[in-house]
Every structure is written in structure tokens, then in C-alpha cells.
């Protein structure tokens, strides 16, 4: 049981640091990610509320997945 708090902990401590990063690198990224992943929204919705194209969503998504990866990621595994 207290393995499993911990590993919450550690979840929920590591989330908050991405979307604070996110939100101070690029809002747009940000609402992209609160509006997938925690709101459910489909690209079309996200497109019409940010006044983007579906394909600019696809874009700034792809990238943003591209800077968490590397700038995130990697260096959270390198403190390690």
C-alpha cells in the first residue's frame, strides 16, 4: 500500500512538472494536452476553440511530444 502512494506521489509530482513547463513554453501546447487528454476533446474541437486547423493541431502536438520527450524526459532519466 505504501509503495503504491508513493508511486502516486511520484505520478502526479512528474505530471504537474510537465504541464507547468508546457504551460510556460508554449499555452498553445498546453491546452492542446489539458484539452485531449483531461477534457477528451477531438482534434475538430480543439481546432474550433483555438481558432487553428486540424492540421495545425496535429503539428503543434507532434512537436510538443517531440520537446517533452527530449527536454522533459531525458533529463528527469538523467537526474536519475
Known sequence: YNDDM???MVH???TGKILNSLKT???DWYEIVIRT???GENDEEI???LGITIGNVRT???RMMEWTETEIISQEYDSL
Open 47 to 49: 481546432a474550433r476553440a
Open 12 to 14: 502526479k509530482e512528474f
Open 37 to 39: 487528454y483531461v477534457m
Open 6 to 8: 508513493a508511486q502516486m
Open 25 to 27: 513554453k508554449n499555452i
Open 60 to 62: 503543434k502536438r507532434h
